[in-house]
């Protein structure tokens, strides 16, 4: 089973790389720069900061692979996250059971309403639950939603906000949702995996450990790839 790895940055890639012995190479595509590990059957692509450029360029991945008769089996969105306090610590790692996009909708006098109850699209995915199984079992991650944004969160009050529309929030990032469409277009399974790196709240730079959260990144996906290689997409 052909994996594709989406990161936002290159930095994120590179601590997957550093998970995996085989070597990789640069494939060139249209709009978008591959690293495949042709031995492990994986691809890793730093698709972008935000969702919209993180579904552009997955899709181009994706729809690549298909036209060439050798279509991936899973896509995972990757890399590091806010993590909601105190379920998940700085230096955790969160594995998805549900990728919502948390800002998709409208404000009202009453709040906010998701695209969903304006009779538009969708707000969530949720991954195999036998994949999630099998990923937690292996890294030792905490399981929960993992929140999408296009605004990161950066006061007390939205990080409530954003807990109290979500309580089973663990992470919040900028991508999953953007891969995880682009992922259901193409009917492709989809995975989230995060390493935490700061908490969700008032921005405190001197807080973040963002060296530890792409160690623990590169630590999960040496323990996620056996996961991968064995995992049969027929489960449930």
């Known amino acids: 089973m052909r994996v594709l790895v989406a990161t936002a940055v ?6 997957v790389a550093g998970a995996f ?3 990789a190479r640069e494939v060139v595509l249209p709009g978008v720069t591959l690293w495949r590990l042709s031995a492990a059957a994986v691809d890793l692509l730093a698709a972008g900061v935000g969702p919209a450029l993180a579904a552009a360029c997955t899709a181009t991945a994706l729809t690549a692979a298909a036209l060439e008769g050798d279509p991936y089996g899973l896509v995972v969105s990757a890399g590091i996250a806010g993590g909601f306090q105190p379920d998940a610590p700085v230096g955790s790692l969160v594995v998805a059971d549900e990728i919502t996009v948390a800002d998709l909708g409208a404000d009202t006098a009453d709040g906010f309403v998701p695209v969903t109850e304006l009779g538009f699209g969708t707000v969530s995915h949720r991954p195999p639950p036998s994949l999630v199984r099998e990923v937690v079992a292996a890294t030792g991650g905490r399981v929960g939603t993992v929140l999408t944004v296009s605004t990161v969160t950066g006061t007390a009050a939205r990080a409530a906000a954003l807990r109290a529309r ?16 682009a992922a259901a277009a193409h009917g492709v399974p989809v995975l989230e995996l995060r390493a935490v790196s700061n908490p969700v709240g008032p921005r405190d730079r001197a807080a973040w450990r963002i060296g530890d959260a792409l160690a623990a990144l590169t630590e ?7 996961v991968l290689e064995s995992w049969n997409p027929h489960e449930s």
């Open 166 to 181: 979500h309580p089973r929030a663990l992470a919040e990032a900028m991508e999953g949702f953007g891969v995880a469409e």
């Open 21 to 23: 012995t085989a070597p």
């Open 10 to 15: 290159p930095v994120e890639r590179d601590a």
């Open 220 to 226: 999960g996906f040496g323990k996620l790839t056996p």
